[in-house]
């Protein structure tokens, strides 16, 4: 039984066939880890906490600058010059006080990667470059923990969920690497080509709605599906990320034996 | 033979594929081919097939940059 405070601060979520009562009581014992504390987590997270996700993993060794205000409004510029995962832990706790948020100040890399996503339901893919992408891809595929990679950039926004039982020839659906097999560090990020706050903004919506949705065990999430809006067209497309038999996350290995086997994560060019 | 990139009407000739016309789009526009997805039906067309992919007339790809910002 939910507590007569939590059934009325979670009504509008109860009131939806998705989720109900036991929705929320599912949603407490879920673990998220955010990769990436900047425009992306600023959105996500407050949404997940908010919808009462009972822990919250945030992993970004990044500092507030005053470039980060036009679109990480969870920052303000009294947070200028301090640590983003201690800043927003601080602000997801005072909305909502239950929720456990652990703060680890550190990039995601090949050192840490694996302790990073122990344990977790679910990781979100919130960094700001390729090579971090690339990375959490192929431990998300490896430890068999589902992933919501998002990104934005200029007037675009992408997303995309992949459950990694799904994928490799065997499954029939692709994985972040499938979609895009590229190992260069400049590919679209936000420092060398600028982005529309609300572009970021766009991208965390869709990631939390598919967050929640994987978490509440939706039997209709768009695995391998690329969600992408273009504003300078006003176009807006899902398209269905194949396995690629040649990618060197899944193409190569199952999943069922994929945590055997330690050579299926790529060491090589990162 | 015509083919549709993002809507544009491309023509090419019997001994191209996917690889070599995506290879002319990316330098017209200016982005790096390695940076491009492709897809055609509402389908991703991974990378190691472009080189196969046989090209029909009047078929339309959908071309667009990876975004990585966040
Ligand atoms: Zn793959």
Known sequence: MLSDHDFLRYSRQIMLPLCGELGIKTLAKARVVVIGAGGLATVVAPYLVGAGVGYLRLCDDDIVSVSNLPRQWLYSPAHIGQQKVRVMAAQLKALQPAAQVEAIPEYADNSNLCRLMSGADLVLDCSDNMTTRQLVNAYAMDAGVALVSAAAIGLHAQAAAFQPSLCGPHGNHGCYRCLYPIDSQRAGNCQSEGVLGPMVGMAGCYQAALALRILLGDPNVPWSQLWRLDSTLGEHQLLRIQPDPSCSVCGHVSHSNASSDDSSIPNSGV | ?70
């Open chain 2, 1 to 70: 033979m015509q083919i549709l990139i993002n809507q544009r009407p491309i023509h090419c000739t019997s001994h191209d594929t996917l690889d070599s016309v995506l290879n002319v789009f990316a330098q017209g526009s200016g982005v790096d081919i390695n940076d491009i997805a492709v897809a055609a039906d509402n389908t991703v067309i991974p990378r190691s097939q472009w080189a196969t992919y046989a090209l029909t007339a009047n078929a339309s790809f959908s071309v667009f940059v990876a975004v990585a910002g966040g």
